[in-house]
């Protein structure tokens, strides 16, 4: 469960006269009042519209929250600290945000945030520079909406890591975040953007530049494209995947199944594997899964992809498991189509070495690939063990992969 | 006693302003470029583009270099509409759409007056029309379609020679300020007997 703003909301109670929320509503705008939109360069916070007249908010909210006010929350013994810095800062600026944070393990948490109270239905992204000061400081990227505010619980888009692949470094690098990625957001309504650290640690780091952009500046799909295929997850920042989608173990007692992301086993010299820890018995079911849609919307399309890939070990060797896919009618059920036990593509099957499993799409037969829904990992033999995972990717068709399709399909 | 650190200010909004770009609005502009087909993986206005199949029908869309109307490439799509098997024995549907919304926020196309795209067959005789939808349409996975693309060619046909088509958008009865999708539909009812195969080549997807 995403927990953010709990602090924040602590001081809207301390700024309110009474404990009582009153209904107070934006100040209307006249259309005349809203700057003409600009491309590339994007537009400053400031000329962002404001709130649609007649949105609600608590009057904590609405006497606390200013637009531009940076500010954070943390339960001990988290910390955060933030400031306009005048000291460092990108040129022409006169000042950038500072954010510096002290994570400790789960259940305590902190994060940061700046006051937006805006309507950004009309933009297709923001951007803002970055830079750290030591490098590789983390956090994940979300919003609040008038009403997510209220619930303290913000749409997360994922771990800084899906928009810098390399990471914060000492350079200030530019960010660019499609707001398509905070999916069931209302975009018209937003109250703040939210920078909630989710990795243990200490970290400082500086933004500046903060716009508002109508292109999308982004484009996904040439990435991909350009390298020949989906990284769906790298298990490397955020329990998300790099869909920005949710991940999660299931179970029905009394098998069980935990998932983690674990430092100590990993494929390459940085980040983390997936650590499944399972007991299948007899009765009931146990795996994970990750989403290929997002919850209540669209879903996803893997028609122009033929393989399936990722690396596989076992804490002791002979774990087994078997991969499921399921469109949106198996989603529907509560299941996935299985392409069949994993010793069918790893004949020696499960080691305590890393091994590459491929499976072909076309093994889980005739699946709706254009609505596709999750990824499942189900354990289906009695017997209890530990599984990594990592690299999980999807192989893209080549354009002559797809006209021999067409030729060979009568 | 709480050690975290909390320093608030009232903002300067200075400190978020930047240089100015050009101005520049697409909503306004004379002509909207929705896909050149160039390389890239989404359209213009970064969204993304597929077939749509319904078996037994099939479509395949791939960029092509061949004989490109503008710039370096163009878009190729092979269709083969059955009219037999299927949902309801109709041999099921096929076609190509382009996603104009982002998310929820819809593609405002009121200041615009026609779809315009540049087109041809592989060997000519070639037929499809297009289909555009709303919010509406999008909600039942449908779109509005126009007729066949030859009423909108100098030469009403599609012919192996590329042709500039230009479709009114008064031609669709749909919600312009609430665009989600194009599409190029192989239509059974395009087709004699209501099976077509073929091969046609779109270029320079436009609103104007």
Known sequence: MVRILAFMMILLLFVAHDARPRVVYAEPVALKDVPPPRTDQGIALKDVPPLPEGTFLFEGEAKFGHRGRFGGYAMRPSKYGVYYDQKIHMEGSPEGMYVRYHKTPDPSFSGAYVIVLGDLSRFSAISFW???????????????????NKREDAVLAGSIYRYLPQGITTEWQQVIVPLEDFFGSDLSRIYSIVFNFNEEGDGTFWIDQLRFHEQPLLDREAEIVSKGELLLDNFDHSNLNLLGRKANAYKRLPSVCEFSRVENTRVGKHGRSLQLEFDKQATGWCGYYTLLNQIDGAY???????????????????????????????????????????????PKGVTTQWQEVVIPLSDFGKLEWSQMGSFVVNFYKPGKGVLFVDDLRFIRKSDKDLLNEWEETK | MRRSLLVFRALAMAGFVATHGLLLSTAFAATAVIDDFEDGGSSKVGQRSNTYIMAPSRALAVKTAEGAHGGAKALMLKY???????????????????????????????GYKSLTLWVKGAAGGENFSVGLSDRHWDEVGDSVKSEEIGKYLPSGKLTAEWQRATIPLSTFMVEMKELASIAICFEGSLFPGGSGKGTVYVDDLSFE
């Open chain 1, 130 to 148: 970055i830079k750290g000061a030591k490098g590789g400081e983390a956090f994940e990227i979300g919003v609040n909406d008038t009403i997510s």
């Open chain 2, 80 to 110: 083969d509409k059955k009219d037999k098997g299927g949902p309801y024995d109709s041999g099921g549907w096929c076609g190509y759409y382009t996603l104009l919304k982002t998310g929820s926020r819809y593609f405002d196309a009121t």
């Open chain 1, 300 to 346: 996803f399309d893997l028609s122009p992809y033929k393989e399936l890939r990722f690396w596989v070990r076992g804490a002791k060797g002979g774990e087994t498991f078997e991969i499921g896919m399921a469109d949106r009618s198996w989603l529907t059920i509560g299941d996935s189509v299985k392409a069949g036990a994993l010793e069918q593509y790893l």
